[in-house]
């Protein structure tokens, strides 16, 4: 179960690590907004930073909240990205994309030289798997994409926003893939999906993180180098 004071101290103890001038990441979803939230605050007390978003949402909370935006079109090398996860292994390796922000997420990601994940103690897992794999995927002739997608093995369900398939910010659908009982390599696996035509992005973040914040229901959040 997800619990939201673990999400609050892991995000806060997330952003006592940013340091003057940092070029920032900033991510997505509910743990990441504490985050930002915090930092909001610290840079009301006159810390001077600049982030750029990972999704429309956060983007709008960093603005209204005075945070200087970096242009995407400027992105080049951030200091640290810090974001969420719905499922980390021990490896720190991820499935990330509950929100929708996959696309972004990876990008920012990569560009930055440290990515620190901010997790509550729910999201540790043995195996990724259990939470389906967000895929992104062309709005454009959708079910060839499916179909190639299946010979793969790879089946879910196109995530809907109340009767409307959702839409991502880059105008993509998200093929919420179920893997569950997939008990392959799963790496291998995300080199094919990957190859097919009109698969935008998956949500696997491999060898990303650097470190994890890991909230605890008590209200306590501990950050490590490894799991
Ligand atoms: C958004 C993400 C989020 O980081 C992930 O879904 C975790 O979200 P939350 O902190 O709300 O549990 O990948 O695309």
Same mark, same amino acid.
């Given at each position: 179960?997800?619990?939201?004071?673990?999400?609050?101290?892991?995000?806060?103890?997330?952003?006592?690590?940013?340091?003057?001038?940092?070029?920032?990441? =900033?991510?997505?979803?509910?743990?990441?907004?504490?985050?930002?939230?915090?930092?909001?605050?610290?840079?009301?007390?006159?810390?001077?930073?600049?982030?750029?978003?990972?999704?429309?949402?956060?983007?709008?909370?960093?603005?209204?909240?005075?945070?200087?935006?970096?242009?995407?079109?400027?992105?080049?090398? =951030?200091?640290?990205?810090?974001?969420?996860?719905?499922?980390?292994?021990?490896?720190?390796?991820?499935?990330?994309?509950?929100?929708?922000?996959?696309?972004?997420?990876?990008?920012?990601?990569?560009?930055?030289?440290?990515?620190?994940?901010?997790?509550?103690?729910?999201?540790?897992?043995?195996?990724?798997?259990?939470?389906?794999?967000?895929?992104?995927?062309?709005?454009?002739?959708?079910?060839?994409?499916?179909?190639?997608?299946?010979?793969?093995?790879?089946?879910?369900?196109?995530?809907?926003?109340?009767?409307?398939?959702?839409?991502?910010?880059?105008?993509?659908?998200?093929?919420?893939?179920? =893997?569950?009982?997939?008990?392959?390599? =799963?790496?291998?696996?995300?080199?094919?999906?990957?190859?097919?035509?009109?698969?935008?992005?998956?949500?696997?973040?491999?060898?990303?993180?650097?470190?994890?914040?890991?909230?605890?229901?008590?209200?306590?959040?501990?950050?490590?180098?490894?799991?």
């Amino acid at each position: 179960m997800s619990n939201d004071k673990g999400k609050r101290a892991a995000g806060y103890k997330a952003a006592e690590l940013i340091q003057p001038g940092m070029q920032v990441g =900033l991510g997505t979803g509910s743990t990441a907004y504490y985050f930002i939230e915090k930092l909001i605050q610290r840079c009301k007390e006159g810390l001077k930073i600049s982030g750029i978003a990972t999704s429309k949402k956060s983007s709008d909370q960093a603005k209204a909240g005075g945070i200087p935006l970096i242009d995407p079109s400027e992105l080049g090398i =951030l200091d640290i990205d810090i974001d969420g996860a719905d499922e980390i292994d021990v490896k720190m390796q991820m499935i990330k994309g509950g929100g929708g922000a996959l696309f972004r997420e990876k990008i920012i990601a990569n560009a930055a030289k440290e990515m620190i994940v901010v997790v509550d103690e729910s999201k540790l897992v043995k195996r990724l798997g259990k939470h389906p794999l967000p895929i992104e995927i062309s709005s454009f002739g959708t079910p060839s994409i499916l179909k190639k997608l299946e010979n793969l093995g790879v089946k879910g369900i196109l995530r809907k926003n109340s009767s409307e398939l959702y839409k991502t910010d880059n105008g993509n659908y998200i093929l919420d893939a179920n =893997l569950e009982n997939y008990s392959g390599d =799963l790496k291998q696996l995300d080199y094919k999906i990957l190859a097919v035509p009109g698969v935008i992005e998956s949500g696997f973040f491999w060898n990303l993180a650097k470190k994890v914040i890991i909230g605890y229901e008590e209200g306590h959040a501990e950050l490590k180098d490894n799991l």
